[in-house]
């Protein structure tokens, strides 16, 4: 069984500040992980995603993640935030063994929410 | 690439009728497609897993005769919601699996009112 845990519901942030939002995760086998954007009323779509090789993930508008295997965490980074990314987040995570059923199958976390101020 | 469509993006339904989701892999095949709900405020809760032409795989507290998942084909995937009812009211969304890749890709949601 699999299970993450985003630890801040809600982050406010003015712009132009750095922010982390941070997911820990359990599982009893060998991961993928993954963060999603949420915006009001639309899908998912992918921020980045680790799967193998460095550790350092760098993603679309800016984000990065960094996979920390012996803390089981994958916290998400931006250095200077915009407005536009106000939106809600998701770290997931899914079973890397394929060929199961489960493969694709996603766990997610809680969501954060990130406000970015003016 | 990698492209997965859903629709309706909005549906109203009256209490009692079915209403029936549309999840399509516009560009590619999806052996596997995965059906997730969402709570206001709350996270996704995935449903079931459909691989092509075989049955769906619901998780634990899914009632698998009130949400019916066919997966005939390679590019399309259908949940129908039966004998909906107000707490049936979500937003449901499908993502899509391409044979041997290690992503799936979502759709744009729909959001399910029962009135």
């Known amino acids: 069984a699999q299970s993450v845990t985003q630890l801040d519901s809600q982050v406010p942030v003015f712009e132009e500040a750095p922010v982390e939002l941070r997911c820990n995760y359990s599982s009893s086998v060998s991961v993928y992980l993954f963060w999603y954007v949420q915006y009001p009323n639309q899908g998912l779509q992918l921020l980045l995603k680790?799967?193998?090789?460095?550790?350092l993930v760098k993603g679309i508008n800016g984000f990065e993640a960094e996979f920390n295997k012996s803390q089981t965490s994958f916290h998400l980074r931006k250095p200077s935030v915009h407005i536009s990314d106000t939106a809600e987040y998701f770290c997931?995570?899914?079973?890397?063994?394929?060929?199961?059923?489960?493969?694709?199958?996603?766990?997610f976390g809680q969501g954060t929410i990130l406000t970015v101020h003016p | 690439g990698a492209v997965v469509s859903q629709h309706p993006s909005r549906v109203i339904c009256k209490s009692g009728t079915s209403v029936k989701i549309e999840c399509r892999s516009l560009d590619f095949q999806a052996t596997t497609m995965f059906w997730y709900r969402q709570f206001p405020k709350q996270s996704l809760m995935l449903m079931a897993t459909s691989n092509e032409g075989s049955k769906a795989t619901y998780e634990q507290g899914v009632e698998k005769d009130k949400f019916l998942i066919n997966h005939a084909s390679l590019t399309l995937s259908t949940l129908t919601v039966t004998s909906a009812h107000p707490e049936d009211s979500s937003f449901y969304i499908c993502?899509?699996?391409?044979?041997?890749?290690?992503?799936?890709?979502f759709g744009q949601g729909t959001r399910l009112t029962v009135v």
């Open positions: 997931a995570v899914s079973d890397r063994e394929a060929g199961g059923t489960s493969y694709g199958k996603l766990t």
């Open positions: 993502s899509a699996r391409r044979g041997g890749g290690s992503e799936a890709f």
């Open positions: 680790y799967l193998s090789g460095s550790t």
